[in-house]
């Protein structure tokens, strides 16, 4: 069972593929979970991402 805190290696969108981040919550209507990506992986900003993903999105990591 996925929850709160949980880590995470992102597989697909393409543009944060092997980008780790945590679980924050799961969306209620849709079933997507939002993660909060670690690391921004965009050159030169600092902005913290939120991505809503589907479970087959990404893997749990320890």
């Known amino acids: 069972m ?5 880590s995470v290696k992102i597989k697909y ?4 593929t092997g980008v ?7 969306e209620d209507s849709s079933k997507r ?8 992986p965009f050159k ?5 991402i939120y991505l809503s993903l589907e479970e087959s999105d990404f893997e749990v990591i320890k």
């Open 2 to 6: 996925l929850r709160k805190g949980t």
């Open 13 to 16: 969108p393409e543009y944060v």
């Open 20 to 26: 780790t981040g945590k679980i924050v919550t799961m």
């Open 33 to 40: 979970w939002i993660v909060c990506l670690d690391k921004n």
């Open 44 to 48: 030169d900003s600092q902005e913290i």
